[in-house]
């Protein structure tokens, strides 16, 4: 039987961790408001991609590898406390080194590439943005400190203070900067130093800083792979932008991540999920299941995960282009709900994806997570490329939905060589296939003007499809329903 301190815990770090989400939401439309031109959004959301890629650089990959610690750890806290210690020693000085490389190289780096872009200049735009990201990181390592600790009461007073000081400075940098990304990145910067201050203060209070160099192999053996993996991971979903900002236009850019930032609510359905069927998958693991055992158990919960996302993607196209109209002011922003179907359609395909990732994740075999990638993410690019190049802005959205089986595909060969998982092809394959084929079919007759009745519409046939194929698991439900009624 679940505790309730176990589900107001785990509720309260679903919900609070989601608040950086909720953050972005809230600035949306005040950056997509009178005050920034589209141009100057566009080059925002570059430094947002850039901001979460210097993240993942930053303390090395010690924010992922602080759970697996403390796991092991938690009963000895000598042990806890040296390895804590070490970690905060290592994800300081592996950032002052990132970011000192940064300033030796960024200047020609940005200034180069973004030659005649003021905004995407190192000195002072990319400055901020630096800065900011190695505040952002260290805060987060502190966070999945204090979800393995569970310490669910700190983790919500800290993500509110984040969250509240971003949402008032970023919105009062805004009006005093103008029409400037300046503004933006202010708000961000002096929050992160905030939360970057009270982390500090926290971790070395209780565990101090020092290093430990026979620890600092375990570290580069984990975190080195895992690097690598999620810079291929940041590339194969941020690098279409800079496609578009190169071939097409920068304020293409915000148009096509304005259409993304309208699908995160998704994103956050995944985290909860994956916190739920994880610990079934290790369990499955550890155990040395049967090929039966593990058949039932991972088609049960894949098949509820998928109808789960298949509902957020429903309410999404439902909800969202009515949301858009009546808060986002400019109507520039409105021609992303013509592509929205296309967009929330390519989450479904991140369900066998996540299945797949769980194997490689238990047995700590980041060098497989990151070799997938490297295939994936030149596929990735080359699609994305080609179909720019022959098909302009549509390309890209067309790119965004049929390179993601690749993502599924890559990482199924390197899980199947520690677990076998069978599926049901019926609804994890051939469901999305055909959802694909049918709204692919749709959006070559789709209009900007026709979006708000396009939407509903998708989400309507979509129901129809998804329930046609669970139509033997609706049937019970249904009658059960019935019977009570009729009682």
Known sequence: MISKKFFKSSLTFSLVGALPMLSGFILLP???GDILNEKNYGYLTLHLAFSLLFQSIFVFCLDHYIGPIIIESKHDEKQLKKRMSAINYYSLLFSIIFIALLFIAGPFIFNSYFENDAPMQFYPFMYFTVITSFFNAYFKLYCNYLIYTEQPNRYLILNIINFVLTIGISISALHLFGDSIMGPLTGRLISGVVIFILAFIYIYK???IKSDSEFLKEIIKFCL???IF???FWIFNNGDRFFIEKMLS????GLFDFGIKCTLGIEVIFSGLNNSIYPKIYTLIKEKASKEKIKEVVNKYASGYLVVIIIAIIITLTTVPFAVTLFIKKTFYHKALAFLAILTLGQIFKVLYYIYLAPLLYHKRTDLIAKSFVFATSIQLLITYLLIYFLGFNGIIIAYLITKPFQILFVYFESNKFMQIPINITKQIILPLTLCAVILSLQLIVKNNQAIIYNPLIAFLTL?????????EIR????TIISKFKN
């Open 250 to 253: 920068t304020e293409l850019v």
């Open 476 to 479: 019970p439900f249904y009658q």
């Open 464 to 472: 129809i499809i998804t329930a046609f194929f669970y139509r033997k």
């Open 206 to 208: 209780k565990y101090g």
């Open 225 to 227: 792979p895992l690097l």
């Open 230 to 232: 999620l810079i291929l």
């Open 30 to 32: 005040f950056y997509t």
